[in-house]
């Protein structure tokens, strides 16, 4: 059987070649656009991940702020009381044993309600209070509407840290007034 090939050495699709060169080039150019557009997106993808990384970390930085200073003091505190039994070791038991439940498990929550956030502070205060023989001058008042919710922590490191670098443990005109107010907005 005999063997033949045809050679056409014009253009199948009817495009000239300077056309084709521009179609090329401007297929050539959507891709690269394509790929450039892309990589943009990629880049402010992954910025806006490590923001959120970031914003978490520094809530979970916060989230572990419970001084330990503090939390050993009250172990000490309890263990005297109880070497004495006290009358109030048990509930200075039952109000730590709170905190670190809220601090290890409830604060896990994006959100948790705002009248358990100021409960939570309520009882620090009132295991702080109980590691003094005298009334403390600590004042803890809340005006308005707790019916939200916050974000875990947000408020109990600011008392805590109040109580832990005021004086008002040496200083006998030293207090303490730590005031929640909610009021619309005008």
Known sequence: ???SAAV???NIAGISRENGYRMFLAYALSFLLLL???ALYQL???RRELEIRHAEAQLNYLKAQIN???LFNTLNNIYAAATLQ???TADMVLRLSD???YVTYDARADKVPLEKELGQIRSYIDLFQMKSEQPLPIRFEVEGDTSGEIEPLLLLPLVENALKH???EENPEGFCACIYATHPLR
Do not use: Q, T
Request: glycine fraction near 8%; include cysteine; charge should be neutral.
């Open 36 to 38: 450039v557009f892309s």
């Open 8 to 10: 056409y050495s014009g």
């Open 166 to 168: 005021g004086d008002i």
């Open 99 to 101: 905190l670190l439940r």
């Open 1 to 3: 059987m005999p063997c």
């Open 68 to 70: 330990p200073h503090f």
């Open 86 to 88: 006290h009358p109030r």
């Open 44 to 46: 402010l993808e992954n």
